[in-house]
């Protein structure tokens, strides 16, 4: 799938995003993001892999097999501080496995909305739904970059290595600004660049779809929150997990370039930020 034609579109890009996690929810293993390129008997299991990026023993034996598929850098629920009764977005909900983390903190009279562009891992997200009869939970078809859900909806927006995969990540922060309530706070694990990468990774549709090439400048991220209306702005790179990220693509040397990072912001009650 590596670009070999001119620039992609937007569309374009969606197009290849959405093939290869459609592949990863109907056949599993590591067609798409934040896995090797191929599989090997030293390939992490997708258990392995989570916990790697911070999840614990307890988190994953919570949800329902295959609601973990390995596809995350890092764990947005330990840095979100759910309570009980908050409403929580998650921003390319995949299988489901952070809403149903999300939902046990937020309780019954919480409730979590999950969003995903993909109708396969939808499929697979509600089918999980239904194992753990999770009634505060929803999933609903759509774009990060457009949000099927109201203005001043939600507590709290998780999301779990998947900002990086949009073509307009300046208009997925937007619309998490748009769709928190006043003083809600956005808690997002995602691959941030720290070095300017070459070209031949920067045109590589498969690390695109792997997390890597599509991963924006901290910069980058720090103006596009800024000028959404965000405050209280904190980027934390994990230099830890260069460790795991550069098994992602081995040889390549990805991991000088890139790195999980945990960034969070609140919306604020009134104007600032001045």
């Known amino acids: ?37 191929t599989s090997g008997p030293d390939t992490p299991s997708a258990e392995a ?56 903190q937020v309780g019954e009279d919480g409730f979590v909305i999950g969003v995903d562009m993909t109708h396969d891992m939808l499929r697979k997200a509600k089918d999980n739904a239904d ?30 290595c998947v900002v990086n995969l949009s073509p307009r990540k300046h208009r997925v922060i937007e619309e998490a600004f748009r769709v928190l309530k006043p003083g809600g706070r956005v808690a997002i694990s995602d691959v941030v660049e720290t070095h300017d990468m070459p070209e031949d990774i920067q045109n590589d549709t498969e690390l695109l779809c792997g997390c890597v090439s599509g991963a924006a400048a901290v910069k980058d991220l720090q103006e596009w929150l800024k000028a959404a209306g965000f405050c209280d702005i904190k980027i934390d790179i994990k230099e830890e997990s ?33």
């Open 1 to 37: 799938m590596s670009g070999c034609c001119g620039p992609k579109t937007d569309d374009d890009v969606r197009k290849d995003v959405s093939e290869s996690y459609a592949k990863i929810a109907n056949d599993g293993g590591n067609a798409g993001c934040c896995l090797p390129a």
């Open 49 to 104: 892999f989570a916990k790697n990026f911070g999840y614990s023993d307890e988190e994953l034996a919570a949800v329902p097999d295959g609601a973990n598929m390995g596809l995350g850098c890092g764990n947005p629920s330990a840095i979100a501080a759910m309570k009980a009764g908050e409403v929580v977005v998650d921003l390319g909900s995949g299988g489901g496995f952070d809403c149903f983390l999300a939902a046990k």
């Open 242 to 274: 260069r460790d795991y990220i550069k098994d992602w693509a081995p040889g390549r040397g990805i991991e000088q370039y890139v790195a999980s990072a945990s960034i969070e912001a609140v919306k604020p009650n009134t104007k600032c930020c001045g």
């Open 131 to 160: 194992k753990l009869k999770a009634s505060n939970v929803e999933f609903r078809l759509g774009e990060i970059e457009n949000l099927p859900i109201g203005d001043n909806t939600a507590d709290v927006i998780i999301s779990n």
